[in-house]
C-alpha cells in the first residue's frame, strides 16, 4: 500500500557529495520510523541511519560525521545527505519504513564514489 522511490544517485568523485531522497506514496507523519540501507555487490544490506518518529537518530558508525538524515513531514520526503564520500561508500542505498503492521522497502538507487 506505500511505495517508496529513491532518487539523487550517481557518480561522485571521492570527497564529493550527494543528496538522495525517498518519497512516500502517502503521509509520513504515521510512519513509526525511516531509514536509509545500503547493499555493495558481495555483502549484505546494512543500515547507514534511521530517524524514528521521537527523533532520536541512530548513524552507523562508519558514516557518523559525514551523513546527515532529515524529514520534510509536508513533502512526505526523507533525505540522506552525503558529504565527504568515499570508494567504500560505492553501493545501492535504500528508503525503508516501517509502521505498526507493516515494513516498505523502495527499489534503491545506486551511488558509485570513484576517481
Known amino acids: 500500500q506505500v511505495q517508496l522511490v529513491e532518487s539523487g544517485g550517481g557518480l561522485v568523485q571521492p570527497g564529493g557529495s550527494l543528496r538522495l531522497s525517498c518519497a512516500a506514496s502517502?503521509?509520513?507523519?504515521?510512519?513509526?520510523?525511516m531509514a536509509w540501507y545500503r547493499q555493495a555487490p558481495g555483502k549484505q544490506r546494512e543500515l547507514v541511519a534511521i530517524?524514528?518518529?521521537?527523533?532520536?537518530?541512530h548513524y552507523a558508525d562508519f558514516v557518523k560525521g559525514r551523513f546527515t538524515i532529515s524529514r520534510d513531514n509536508a513533502k512526505n520526503t526523507v533525505a540522506l545527505q552525503m558529504n565527504s564520500l568515499k570508494p567504500e561508500d560505492t553501493a545501492v542505498y535504500y528508503c525503508?519504513?516501517?509502521?505498526?503492521?507493516?515494513?516498505?522497502w523502495g527499489q534503491g538507487t545506486q551511488v558509485t564514489v570513484s576517481s
Open positions: 502517502t503521509s509520513i507523519l504515521s510512519f513509526l520510523a
Open positions: 530517524l524514528p518518529r521521537d527523533g532520536t537518530i
Open positions: 525503508y519504513t516501517t509502521t505498526y503492521r507493516e515494513r516498505y
